[in-house]
């Protein structure tokens, strides 16, 4: 499956965007999909995975609440919505797939997409 990740931007603390995924060249369904997210030098961070069908949902602790993944295997796109953004939320965001179910560790995804890049302004 190939992945192609979009809508990241600039934003103020507080505001919101919501990242797009596109999936193609297999059968979407049929994956875990999930979101990390990596600033320079550091390692790659987990933000949210869903199962395949949609049954299941995980997310970091501390975005909890604030962040929100979907996807519609119709259009074979995987989503996240950010709400009350922050500057620390500030990074390169990734979505990624699996075909062996949701992990919160990014060795477990073979599948990632080139990245979008989120500024959070204060």
């Known amino acids: 499956v190939q992945l192609q990740a979009s809508g990241g931007g600039q934003v103020q603390a507080g505001g919101s965007l919501r990242l797009s995924c596109a999936a193609s060249?297999?059968?979407?369904?049929?994956?875990?999909v999930g979101w990390f997210r990596q600033l320079p030098g550091k390692e790659r961070e987990f933000v949210a995975a869903?199962?395949?069908?949609?049954?299941?949902?995980y997310y970091a602790d501390s975005l909890k609440g604030r962040f929100t993944i979907s996807r519609d295997d119709e259009k074979n796109m995987l989503y996240l919505e950010m709400n009350n953004l922050k500057p620390e939320d500030t990074a390169v965001y990734y979505c990624?797939?699996?075909?062996?179910?949701?992990?919160?560790?990014?060795?477990?995804?073979?599948?990632w997409g080139q990245g979008t890049l989120v500024t959070v302004s204060s």
């Open positions: 990624t797939a699996s075909s062996w179910g949701t992990s919160r560790k990014p060795t477990a995804y073979a599948y």
């Open positions: 060249g297999s059968t979407f369904s049929t994956y875990s």
């Open positions: 869903i199962s395949w069908k949609g049954g299941r949902t």
